[in-house]
């Protein structure tokens, strides 16, 4: 799966933007990468916006398995998938009930407005990461 990571520096949110085909063993590693940078950016927010995936393909268990690992973010911190198909929104809502962790601020939402007004922040302004 390519995806890129993208911060906005003032908000200190996180973007994660998966693209095209999702693969299980794709799932399996993505959560290891956003641990990689939530560890040195210390974000107070964060969306992975599934709008550039083409194809997804991970069965449900798959995402058990993914869901069942402690999150890559500290429990307070607000995130949001941005999920704009029927598909991909209830694959991203699986994976949230797998969680089933109580206090985690885990949300999936259709739009990337959502998410910004979710995380209360107007305009940001996100900059590639290596």
Excluded: W
Aim: charged content about 20%.
């Amino acid at each position: 799966m390519p995806y890129r990571f993208e911060f906005d520096v003032e908000h200190k949110i996180l973007l994660i933007l998966p693209e095209g085909e999702i693969g299980e063993r794709d799932v399996a590693t993505f959560n290891d990468e956003i641990r990689r940078h939530v560890r040195e950016l210390n974000p107070s927010g964060a969306i992975i916006d599934c709008s550039a995936v083409t194809s997804f393909n991970p069965s449900g268990e798959a995402l058990r398995q993914a869901a069942m690992p402690p999150a890559p973010f500290p429990a307070e911190t607000p995130r949001f998938i941005v999920a704009p198909t029927d598909y991909l929104f209830g694959m991203s809502r699986m994976y949230q009930l797998a969680a089933n962790r109580p206090r985690e601020m885990l949300k999936v939402v259709r739009t990337m407005q959502e998410a910004l007004a979710g995380l209360g922040v107007q305009n940001p302004q996100f900059t590639h990461l290596p």
